[in-house]
């Protein structure tokens, strides 16, 4: 049996508290990856682009890995993002 090599991420972060913003925005993103290191990374990347946050100034709440998936679902998700 082939073992599947990317799995689905769910990670959680925010920003860090400031004076002016002490309860800041929380952001959730579900990611493929290979592991969770690599996981975080896709986040802060995604998050720098779309929200202006950066790793130095954010947090990373939470790491979940999703329920067990099959290799056509994963194929199937990657060529909805190809189309």
């Given at each position: 049996?082939?073992?599947f090599r990317f799995h689905q991420y769910q990670v959680v972060g925010?920003?860090?508290?400031?004076?002016?913003?002490?309860?800041?925005?929380?952001?959730?993103?579900?990611?493929w990856a290979t592991n969770e290191v690599r996981a975080k990374?896709?986040?802060w990347y995604f998050l720098r682009?779309?929200?202006k946050v950066k790793k130095s100034n954010g947090q990373v709440l939470?790491?979940?890995e999703e329920g067990e998936t099959?290799?056509?679902e994963a194929e199937d998700h990657?060529?909805?993002f190809k189309a």
């Open positions: 049996m082939v073992s925010r920003g860090l508290p400031t004076e002016s913003d002490e309860h800041p925005k929380i952001f959730r993103m579900k990611l990374s896709k986040f682009k779309l929200k939470a790491i979940n099959t290799k056509q990657i060529q909805g």
